[in-house]
T-cell receptor
């Protein structure tokens, strides 16, 4: 089944404890992206990647890191999480970066930073 | 500033009724507009995509319209079902070198039996 998977789905952590949220897609998509969704603000892009070893900042990159060593994986790293990073995170992928290709979203990761 | 605004914020209707959700955008240069459905606790799923040359696009009971002159779009849901209860998100793509997605904050629809 074609899908985007994220792990973990739920995570409660404490301020300053490094964490990684994994994202994997099995559709051979070039484009992958991370978003956070907060009440009243809609989805905001954190980082995106147009292909292996090509990543760029989105609208809200502060406090996050990403890497794209393989085409299928695009992990999101929080080196020192803070309470303002408590949010619902979505990974998405699309075939290309044309803007016309549908973005397929993962199931989401709900992160709470205490 | 690129912006996508949706109205209403929330809506409650009875099963079987029709409803229309609105999306106004100020995005330049405009590439396309997509409507997503997001069930609670799930990722968004695409319903329709339109460019400036398309006025109407349907997907089953969902019909999207686009007026590129007034920069408005609407999503009409016909004969609503309980499973239509979800958030509906309008997303506009801008192209300026690379593609940029601008998301609206969504309309939360509740369909009651």
């Amino acid at each position: 089944e074609a899908q985007v998977t994220q792990n973990p789905r739920y995570l409660i952590t404490v301020t300053g404890k490094k964490l990684t949220v994994t994202c994997s897609q099995n559709m051979n998509h070039e484009y992958m992206s991370w978003y956070r969704q907060d009440p009243g603000l809609g989805l905001r892009q954190i980082y995106y990647s147009m292909n292996v070893e090509v990543t760029d900042k989105g609208d809200v990159p502060e406090g996050y890191k990403v890497s794209r060593k393989e085409k299928r994986n695009f992990p999101l790293i929080l080196e020192s999480p803070s309470p303002n990073q408590t949010s619902l995170y979505f990974c998405a992928s699309s075939l290309r970066t044309s803007g016309w290709d549908e973005q397929f979203f993962g199931p989401g990761t709900r992160l709470t930073v205490l | 500033k690129n912006q996508v605004e949706q109205s209403p914020q929330s809506l409650i209707i009875l099963e079987g009724k029709n409803c229309t959700l609105q999306c106004n955008y100020t995005v330049s240069p405009f590439s396309n507009l997509r409507w997503y459905k997001q069930d609670t606790g799930r990722g968004p799923v695409s319903l329709t995509i339109m460019t400036f040359s398309e006025n109407t696009k349907s997907n089953g009971r969902y019909t999207a319209t686009l007026d590129a002159d007034t920069k408005q779009s609407s999503l009409h849901i016909t004969a609503s079902q309980l499973s239509d209860s979800a958030s509906y998100i309008c997303v506009v793509s801008a192209t300026s070198g690379t593609y940029k997605y601008i998301f609206g904050t969504g309309t939360r629809l509740k369909v009651l039996a």
